[in-house]
């Protein structure tokens, strides 16, 4: 890494702490992308990764037993506390969402030991100290397009109350905020002012998987939005709010459309 410039040095330095890879595969991921840092994401992810360090299941044990609820063989919201505590990061921080995920796990506030040992297993980590190195990572993967859509969809059947097909307003738009937080979405504050007003109902799972298509697919002025797709009926009441509330002018939503 010598010869690179201090510029290239420092993105090396980056790229490698963000990722957990090695300097010659951030080099590479880098020199591929023309050393810009998003496009070097997109290379790094779009890579087969390296199959996970060996864990020691003994020490597995003694993180599970550390956080395990002391009246049932889970780690429920308490042990979830501690661990976040532990690892020195707010639970309400969105990388706990994507260690829920390499979990598996079912429901939020809960991992049972399946999915506490299996998951920390498949991602290489059997002590605190790796959690901690391995989170950087984890937070990352927000960022590989593919992954943020896995995250998105498992979050919907994680968040949602245990027996119930729909997700709770409030519970969606906390969760919609969070993650929305990570593509910043201009229309995000809308959209739950929207439902909050118009709405204040639960919300379905193809809702929820439909507005992340929407937000990635029409553009921030609505010119591509075809009222004539197959969007939900919420989302076209959307883009009404949105013209009736002037944050987008409906003339301009309307020669748009008769040009089509």
């Given at each position: 890494m010598n010869k690179l410039g201090r510029g290239h040095r420092e993105k090396v330095q980056q790229f490698m702490t963000i990722t957990g890879a090695s300097e010659k595969v951030s080099i590479q991921s880098l020199k591929a992308s023309d050393w810009h840092m998003e496009g070097a994401f997109d290379v790094f992810y779009s890579q087969p990764q390296p199959k996970s360090s060996y864990t020691d299941m003994r020490h597995l044990e003694e993180l599970y037993n550390k956080y395990k609820d002391p009246y049932a063989d889970m780690i429920m919201a308490d042990g979830i506390s501690l661990l976040c505590t532990d690892?020195?990061?707010?639970?309400?921080?969105?990388?706990?969402?994507?260690?829920?995920?390499?979990?598996?796990a079912a429901t939020m506030c809960?991992?049972?030991k399946q999915e506490f040992v299996g998951?920390?297993?498949?991602?290489g980590i059997d002590s605190l100290e790796k959690f901690r190195e391995r989170l950087p990572f984890m937070r990352s993967e927000l960022k590989d397009e593919q992954k943020f859509r896995e995250i998105y969809i498992f979050a919907f059947g994680w968040a949602k109350e245990k027996g119930q097909k729909s997700l709770a307003l409030d519970t969606a738009i906390g969760m919609w905020q969070l993650l929305f937080a990570e593509k910043q979405w201009p229309f995000v504050d809308h959209w739950c002012q929207f439902l909050q007003a118009k709405h204040n109902k639960a919300i379905s799972r193809d809702t929820w998987s439909q507005l992340l298509e929407f937000a990635r697919t029409v553009g921030p002025a609505l010119s591509n939005y075809d009222s004539e797709g197959a969007w939900?009926?919420?989302?076209?009441e959307f883009v009404e709010y949105l013209t009736e509330t002037g944050v987008i002018q409906k003339d301009l939503l309307n020669d748009w459309s008769q040009k089509r």
């Open positions: 690892l020195q990061v707010d639970p309400q921080d969105i990388v706990m969402l994507v260690v829920s995920w390499h979990m598996k809960e991992f049972s998951g920390l297993q498949a991602l939900p009926y919420l989302i076209d």
